[in-house]
C-alpha cells in the first residue's frame, strides 16, 4: 500500500502539522499520484489540495481528508468574504465526496457531524497534542483506515463490475466462467485511468484464460456488448509480451499499435 500525501501551504506553516506531516510519512509515502492506493489531503481551504483530490477521483484513487481543525465554527465565519465563496466553488464538494473524513479532536468530530457534508468521519487523536497515544499507535490507526478505505472502495468497483457484466448476459443464461474473464479484464480496464495496472491483474485472467472451460463465441458476443473488444486485444497483446500467453488461449485475436504499446508502459510489479 501507498499513500500520497498532501499538507496545505498554511497548514505546513505550523510547527504541530509540519511534525504531524512528518509522522505520516513514515506510512510508505510515494511523491507519484500514479503509484499511489489512496490519497491523503492535510488541510482544508486549499485550491491545489482540491485539484489534487479532483484528479484521484478521475483516475480512480480513494481518497481521505484530515481538515486538521480547518472546519469548524469560528472557520466557517472568519473571513466571511471567502469562506462562503470557498465552499460554494469546492470545498464542500470536496468533503463530500472523500471516502473519509479524519478528526483529530472530538469536539472537531462532532463539529463535523453536524455539518453533515460527509458521513464517514472517523477520529484519530494527534500525537503531538496527547499523551494517550504514541506516534506508532497513531501511525498503525492510520494504516488500519487506509486499509479500510482501500478495501471498501474496491468492493463497490468490484460490485459496480459485475452489474455491468450481468447486464451483458443477454438471451444467454448464467455463466461463471465467461463472467470471471470479463470481470477480471474490466479491472484492468478499470486501471487505465490510474495509469498504473499491476502485474498481478495480467497473471489473473492469464490463469482464468488457461485454467477455465468457457464458450468462445459466447464470450467474444459479450465482449462485443460491453464494448471492450478493441482494449480486450490490445491487452492480449500485451500479455503476450508480459506474461505468455499464446494464441491458443486467446478468444479473439490481439493486436498491437500505440495504445497496446502504452498500455504496456503502464504494468507495474
Given at each position: 500500500?501507498?499513500?500520497?500525501?498532501?499538507?496545505?501551504?498554511?497548514?505546513?506553516k505550523t510547527y504541530v502539522w509540519q511534525n504531524y506531516m512528518r509522522i505520516l510519512q513514515d506510512c510508505n509515502r510515494t511523491d507519484r499520484l500514479e503509484d499511489a492506493d489512496i490519497v491523503h489531503i492535510l488541510g482544508v481551504w486549499s485550491s491545489k489540495a482540491n485539484k489534487i483530490t479532483r484528479k484521484a477521483k478521475k483516475m480512480g484513487i480513494p481518497y481521505i481528508v484530515s481538515p486538521l481543525g480547518g472546519i469548524s465554527f469560528w472557520n466557517m465565519k472568519k473571513p466571511t468574504t471567502r469562506r462562503p465563496i470557498q465552499r460554494m466553488l469546492y470545498q464542500k464538494k470536496e468533503i463530500k465526496d472523500a471516502q473519509a473524513i479524519v478528526a483529530t479532536t472530538v469536539a472537531e468530530f462532532d463539529y463535523l457531524r453536524k455539518r453533515k457534508w460527509?458521513?464517514?468521519?472517523?477520529?484519530?487523536?494527534?500525537?503531538?497534542?496527547?499523551?494517550?497515544?504514541?506516534?506508532?499507535?497513531?501511525?498503525?490507526?492510520?494504516?488500519?483506515?487506509?486499509?479500510?478505505?482501500?478495501a471498501k472502495y474496491e468492493q463497490r468497483k468490484t460490485e459496480k463490475i459485475k452489474e455491468r457484466v450481468a447486464?451483458?448476459?443477454?438471451?444467454?443464461?448464467?455463466?461463471?466462467?465467461?463472467?470471471?474473464?470479463?470481470?477480471?479484464?474490466?479491472?484492468i480496464e478499470s486501471r487505465i485511468p490510474h495509469q498504473n495496472i499491476p502485474l498481478s491483474y495480467l497473471q489473473k485472467l492469464q490463469i482464468l484464460l488457461h485454467d477455465t472451460e468457457y464458450?468462445?463465441?459466447?464470450?467474444?458476443?459479450?465482449?462485443?456488448?460491453?464494448?471492450?473488444?478493441?482494449?480486450?486485444?490490445?491487452?492480449?497483446?500485451?500479455?503476450?509480451?508480459?506474461?505468455?500467453?499464446?494464441?491458443?488461449?486467446?478468444?479473439?485475436?490481439?493486436?498491437?499499435?500505440?495504445?497496446?504499446?502504452?498500455?504496456?508502459?503502464?504494468?507495474?510489479?
Amino acid at each position: 500500500m501507498k499513500i500520497y500525501l498532501y499538507i496545505t501551504s498554511k497548514a505546513n506553516k505550523t510547527y504541530v502539522w509540519q511534525n504531524y506531516m512528518r509522522i505520516l510519512q513514515d506510512c510508505n509515502r510515494t511523491d507519484r499520484l500514479e503509484d499511489a492506493d489512496i490519497v491523503h489531503i492535510l488541510g482544508v481551504w486549499s485550491s491545489k489540495a482540491n485539484k489534487i483530490t479532483r484528479k484521484a477521483k478521475k483516475m480512480g484513487i480513494p481518497y481521505i481528508v484530515s481538515p486538521l481543525g480547518g472546519i469548524s465554527f469560528w472557520n466557517m465565519k472568519k473571513p466571511t468574504t471567502r469562506r462562503p465563496i470557498q465552499r460554494m466553488l469546492y470545498q464542500k464538494k470536496e468533503i463530500k465526496d472523500a471516502q473519509a473524513i479524519v478528526a483529530t479532536t472530538v469536539a472537531e468530530f462532532d463539529y463535523l457531524r453536524k455539518r453533515k457534508w460527509n458521513s464517514q468521519i472517523y477520529r484519530i487523536s494527534n500525537c503531538i497534542l496527547t499523551h494517550q497515544i504514541s506516534e506508532a499507535e497513531m501511525q498503525a490507526e492510520f494504516k488500519s483506515l487506509y486499509d479500510k478505505v482501500i478495501a471498501k472502495y474496491e468492493q463497490r468497483k468490484t460490485e459496480k463490475i459485475k452489474e455491468r457484466v450481468a447486464l451483458s448476459l443477454g438471451e444467454h443464461k448464467e455463466q461463471d466462467n465467461e463472467d470471471a474473464i470479463l470481470e477480471q479484464l474490466l479491472q484492468i480496464e478499470s486501471r487505465i485511468p490510474h495509469q498504473n495496472i499491476p502485474l498481478s491483474y495480467l497473471q489473473k485472467l492469464q490463469i482464468l484464460l488457461h485454467d477455465t472451460e468457457y464458450n468462445d463465441d459466447i464470450l467474444e458476443e459479450r465482449i462485443e456488448q460491453l464494448k471492450i473488444r478493441k482494449f480486450s486485444q490490445r491487452v492480449f497483446q500485451v500479455m503476450a509480451e508480459t506474461t505468455g500467453l499464446t494464441e491458443g488461449y486467446m478468444p479473439i485475436e490481439a493486436i498491437e499499435d500505440k495504445t497496446s504499446k502504452q498500455i504496456q508502459k503502464i504494468i507495474t510489479e
